[in-house]
């Protein structure tokens, strides 16, 4: 794809360009040699035209020496001598300037000698000439009327006047010459004409090929030759002309022209074609070179915008281009408004736990698998992206609630069939919240925040569920929002209390006490640890809270010699790095002995079983700190767990108590743990124990240990000691909070 949008946007303007100067240089070249060369042509033309005249008044020029000649009056107008005039006429023009015919005529223009070449004919072989002649003949004849009125009285021997001549290219017979008339003059005056005309001596040369040699020889003209058609003549020759007196055409000369510009062209057009080479070379190479340096330019700016739009590990389109469809389906209630979308939010359910007990590589697998279930679910109009983790998202567009809760039905279907990962059979499920959406002036983030609250809730609710966003969960999430605001200015005041609860033993002697946090809030009065403690861990204050409620605990312990105090700790709180490092702090600043306290955690810590958090439970236990599993019973309650890491004691949870004497089971599963702790050679306790036949069921299956409003509610230290003091605990079962 970008090579050949780089071919159709990048190489054919740029070639195209190219070829274009190439032909405006080569035309340019070809134009100007075109110029020089008919530049020349006309030049030469010119020329010859000019040296054509200069040639034809030089040849009559020949004839003066014999007709202005004051023995020429004498013999050829005082008296006609045709001996003189086949000696001076005929024979000397004939044989010294190569005329090939001449005649002499009398006043009246008659023939009265004709000459062809040096030989005397008859002077009637003039009349083939006459009609060619006239013209030069009558001109002679003005200018000798005018010369006779304003010279010739004037004239004085000695003075030498100037011939009276007229020459021009003539045809006769289908022959070219070039034809003169001189009038017969005297030159030094000595010999007088008889009357008022003279006669005349006309003289004929044939243009043939003696003369078309000389004249190229002189001009150095190549291929000189005359023809009779004008049109025939080559637009690349030179050419002129040749027209009568009167101006009428006789033929066409013609010649090859001199080319100064072909020449020219031939000498530097080869080095021109070299260099334009090496330029279109220079200009192939350069474009080469940027063209890849473009490619890999567009390639890595492709894989840019994928990596922009796409989630890696699915190929699915991630949060940004989920925003942008989801744009335009809105964009597209604006327009329709009886049009609906719906926005899906989808969280699997387990994969947390997956990725922690398997790796990452089995949650990626997982990932993968259930991209492509969601993928198999969805229609073609509809939009699914991953946004993270284990979160997808759909943009169903023009969809009834019913549609929407029909494609949330088949989604949790697909994704509650197991899943086969490596040797791994797992299942998952997933959990959905949907947002319809009517109006299509919502942001696109505040759709998928109304999902994502629907989301929590059909989590809440235990998952594999879908659930749909309503108003009162936006109030909710806002209240929380709030919340974290207060929390951490509470913290920061200081406001948060301890409570404590006493743990007592079947005698009812208090043993031990379990360290609770408690917040009385200005306004909402006192709000549960249970609600608070994972909303301090989401805004990152449970480091914080953690801290405080340990450092108070330590702190009050000291009011109670002999009684085991036990903290909660949560999993997020343990694995926050430096827990270890800054309990450790707190033990040595307030001094006290950790062999009197008791952690607290879930079995959420040990999921995964990996090796930091062996780390963690082993520094703790190796500063002196015993470890208890709280609210055993609800998670795996898995064995290996136990015998794996530095568990001390179980404690049962309060949901199996509250159902004792209830619910047969709930009875059965208490007798199950009691004797695997005791299996396990680990203590027991059991919490919520409210009422005496709850207690008693206990001690008959063996729990001595229990925790409770039987006994008491988490109560302030200074309670405790009065607790302490009281003579028969057991039957007083105190209230206080
Ligand atoms: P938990 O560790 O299981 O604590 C026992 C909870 O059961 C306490 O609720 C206690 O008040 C309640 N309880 C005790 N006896 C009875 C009874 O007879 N009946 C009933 N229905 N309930 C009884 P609380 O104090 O609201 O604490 C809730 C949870 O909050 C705790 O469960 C613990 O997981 C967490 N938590 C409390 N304090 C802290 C703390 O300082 N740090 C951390 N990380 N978590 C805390
Ligand atoms: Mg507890
Ligand atoms: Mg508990």
Redesign the pocket.
Known sequence: MPRQLLKADFFWPLATLGLVAIAVLVALVLSLVHQFDSLSREREQALVANGLTGITSEIAHRVVPQTVWDEAVRNLDNRFDPVWASENIGQYLSQTNGFDTSFVLDAGDRAIFAADGPKAVDASAFEAFAPATAGVIASVRTQESARALVNQRRSTPGQIPGPIQASSIAKVNGRLYIVSATLVQSDFGYARPKGPKAPIVVTGMELGQPFLKQFSERFMLTNLHVHGDDSRSDKQQAHIPLRALSGEYLATLDWEPQTPGETMLGQVGGPILIIVGLLSLAALMLYRRVSGMAQSLLASEARATHLAYFDPLTGLPNRTRFQERLDYALDHLRRDHEATVAVHSIDLDRFKEINDLHGHQVGDQLIKLAARRLAAVCRSTDTFARFGADEFAIVQANATAAQAAALADRLIEAMTAPFYLETIRSFIGCSIGITMITDGDVDPGEAIRQADMALTRARADGGSRFCFFEIEMDAAVKTRRSLEIDLREALAAGALEM?Y?PQVNHRGVMTGV????RWRHPIRGSI???YF?PIAEECGLISE??LF?IARAFQDSRRWKGLKVA????AI?LRTPGFVTAVSTLVSRLRVDPRRFEL?ITETVLIGDDPETHETLKRLRDLGFSLAL??FGTGYSSLSYLKRFPISKIKID?SFIANLGIDDEADAVVGAIIRLARALKLNVIA????TSEQRDRLAAAGCSEI????FS??VSAADIEALRAAPTPMRTARAAA
Request: hydrophobic share 30%.
């Open positions: 409570a609860q379990e360290a609770l946090v549960s640890p249970e403690v809270l953690g409620t903290i909660n700790v949560s709180q607290e709280d609210d309060r919490e919520g124990v409210e925790q409770g409003y039987l509610k988490p």
